[in-house]
């Protein structure tokens, strides 16, 4: 069963009978998919080329919330607040299966934390205006410990109720790109930018691209050339303009993944106040609870960054402070590290948490886009932005956007999310099909965990999964969730894939070994 329009394949062969796009999008993370589905959503030829695979880079690695920022309203940050609210409604009305109402939990271990946080918290509501989740609301002791059964008693108040968004980052990911193919575009990972291309008058008009996997060379020509590539962005400016100076100032976010022991309710908890001023989160995800984020500036930018000592500590320490069970790293299934990519600073400001994650679009010389900053709840909104801006310079003809009202693929509304499948929204009965047609693709990976065989076969077949790693971190989400797991289930992973795309044992072997490499860090010892 595969659905042929996300063949790879057939997305190639779409390159080559293309002489000229509208829209080339450089950039298959958060921002990129973002401006591709809105540059689709007005009917422009729109292709998206992403060097390794779909949100590898920070949009995996969030905290999983779709939100307003509730530390931005703390910093006086009120339009960016507002308007990360509206679009966390419209990411809840078109990807239900994804994104779901979500009760976090302020504890108050002082008096006035109650009037306080209960007062921030109403102004929050009030900015999400028709697009509210629900009403925050003040709660006793009793009710906070009933909710909360491991929260720390001593000192305890009450506690503050408000509403937010949870999602799952990269499976969003994944169906935003099917659904840039669904509306006539390609999105196609493995596919790296080496370089732009320029007309007489110094303005870009297309890109070279190599097919990582094969190593062809495609020269892709496009009226609007978008930089949409994250912490990634200075490099493809410095294809544009070897001098170009630094637009990001990439912040380092490190989460721990726990049991559900530590948090066994339904609701999330949020620590407003930590030693440096940063909020720290608990937040309940497939079945287990994740802890972040810390805020560090990095010098250098990776795809796979590292989780600093004394981030770990951080987490494990400002955790403890709130929680009966003092969580140690033993405890910890998985760690995981992202970069944001922040506008650079203008001034000297090494504090992060201060520079805004507003975006901002800057137009080089040459014509080229540049999308920087913002973050995954505003995904849509940086998109739309993007392409007005590149309207508004004439590189496109004028259309309204219909982005806003988008549904995103496999998109139906799911109450019951105990079973892990739910993710998969229309798609899931596809996948039990694949079960019954092979009784092996319906045995688990991994004998402890939920996930089954036939997802690995739906990913390659259906989500353009082309590596180990592409599976079990960004498809099947075992890395983030218990990292050995995902080591044990790798050579059945390899071995479904190489059956798949017509690989040897060379190649398996070559996946074990570079899957270990990463998934190597994602384990505390």
Not at 91 to 120: E, M
């Amino acid at each position: 069963m595969k659905q042929e329009e996300f063949k790879r394949s057939k997305l190639i062969e779409r390159i080559k009978d293309t002489s000229e796009w509208d829209v080339i999008v450089i950039g298959g993370g958060a921002s990129g998919l973002g401006v591709a589905l809105d540059a689709l959503s007005r009917g422009f030829k729109t292709i998206l080329l992403e060097q390794v695979d779909f949100a590898k880079g920070t949009s995996s690695k969030a905290t999983k919330l779709v939100h307003g920022g509730v530390r931005y309203l703390a910093q006086g940050d009120i339009a960016l607040v507002k308007e990360a609210l509206h679009e966390r409604g419209l990411l809840q009305r078109n990807a239900p299966h994804l994104v779901k109402n979500q009760s976090f939990i302020i504890p108050n271990y002082s008096w006035f934390d109650g009037p306080f946080y209960t007062i921030g918290m109403k102004i929050y509501d009030f900015l999400a205006g028709k697009l509210s989740l629900g009403k925050s609301i003040h709660i006793n002791k009793e009710e906070t410990l009933r909710r909360i059964s491991t929260v720390r008693k001593k000192g305890l108040y009450g506690g503050v109720v408000y509403q937010d968004g949870q999602f799952d980052d990269s499976r969003l990911a994944v169906n935003v790109a099917q659904t840039c193919i669904q509306m006539g575009g390609v999105a196609l990972n493995y596919m790296r930018v080496t370089n732009l291309t320029k007309n007489n008058n110094g303005k870009v008009n297309g890109v070279i691209a190599e097919d990582t996997d094969t190593g062809e060379v495609f020269t892709i020509q496009g009226k609007t050339i978008i930089n949409a590539t994250g912490i990634f962005v200075d490099d493809i400016l410095k294809m544009d303009k070897p001098e170009a100076k630094q637009m990001v100032r990439p912040s380092q976010g490190v989460h721990l993944v726990f049991d559900k022991s530590f948090l066994p309710g339904d609701d999330a908890i949020m620590i407003p106040k930590t030693d440096d001023g940063r909020v720290l989160f608990l937040v309940p995800w497939h079945n287990r609870v994740i802890a972040g984020t810390t805020d560090t500036p990095i010098d250098e930018h990776s795809l796979e960054p590292i989780a600093l000592e004394k981030e770990i500590e951080f987490i494990l320490k400002t955790a403890g402070r709130y929680l009966t069970k003092q969580p140690t790293r033993q405890d910890a299934l998985a760690v995981f590290a992202g970069l944001r990519p922040l506008a650079a600073p203008t001034g000297n400001s090494n504090k992060t948490k201060e520079i805004s994650r507003s975006h901002k679009v800057i137009v080089s010389e040459s014509n080229l886009l540049t999308l920087t900053g913002g973050k995954w709840t505003t995904f849509r909104r940086m998109g739309q932005d993007t392409v007005d801006k590149a309207i508004k310079i004439g590189c496109l003809p004028k259309k309204e956007s219909t982005s806003a009202t988008q549904k995103i693929y496999s998109a139906i509304p799911t109450s019951d999310r105990s079973n892990h499948m739910y993710i998969y929204g229309s798609d899931q009965e596809a996948i039990y099909a694949l079960a019954q047609e092979n009784p092996q693709w319906g045995e688990k990976l991994v004998e402890h965990l939920e996930f089954k065989k036939a997802e690995v076969v739906w990913a390659v077949r259906n989500e353009l999964a082309q590596t180990v790693e592409d599976v079990l971190s960004r498809r099947v989400r075992i890395l983030f969730l218990d990292a050995k797991a995902a080591i044990t289930a790798a050579p059945e992973v390899a071995k479904i894939l190489a059956q798949e795309l017509g690989k040897d044992e060379t190649w398996q072997k070559s996946q074990l070994e570079n899957f270990q490499k990463v998934a190597k860090n994602y384990i505390l010892n």
